[in-house]
């Protein structure tokens, strides 16, 4: 299994940014992926998560109304758009996969079995 986020770069408050994360070695279409970020000093969160099965997706409320989650299944990529960015939303932003993740009652970085490496995402004032 391979996850590989990219897009994360340097914005200017209520700019955007769209990342992507790129999957391998696992069957997509049947499979939940999830984006989650961590703040330095602080845990890690879910934001939103999509499954890629009946194209169900959760929003965490902090996604609600400037995140967008995106499945390409003929790519095998799971995008996230991000709006109106606030200094808030600086953090490594990670992609994670899992057979029987995005239940529906929320996300939780313990329902993710595979994980990318992360993408930076800075947000100055």
């Known amino acids: 299994v391979q996850l590989v986020e990219s897009g994360g770069g340097s914005v200017q408050a209520g700019g955007s940014l769209r990342l992507s994360c790129a999957a391998s070695?696992?069957?997509?279409?049947?499979?939940?992926i999830g984006w989650f970020r961590q703040a330095p000093g602080k845990a890690r969160e879910g934001l939103v998560c999509?499954?890629?099965?009946?194209?169900?997706?959760w929003y965490e409320d902090r996604a609600k109304g400037r995140l967008t989650i995106h499945s390409d299944k003929a790519k095998n990529t799971v995008y996230l758009q991000m709006n109106s960015l606030e200094p808030e939303d600086t953090a490594v932003y990670y992609c994670?996969?899992?057979?029987?993740?995005?239940?529906?009652?929320?996300?939780?970085?313990?329902?993710?079995?595979?994980w990318g490496q992360g993408t930076q995402v800075t947000v100055a004032s």
């Open positions: 994670a996969a899992d057979r029987l993740g995005c239940s529906g009652y929320g996300i939780s970085i313990y329902e993710f079995d595979k």
């Open positions: 070695g696992f069957p997509f279409d049947d499979w939940a």
């Open positions: 999509i499954r890629n099965s009946d194209g169900g997706t």
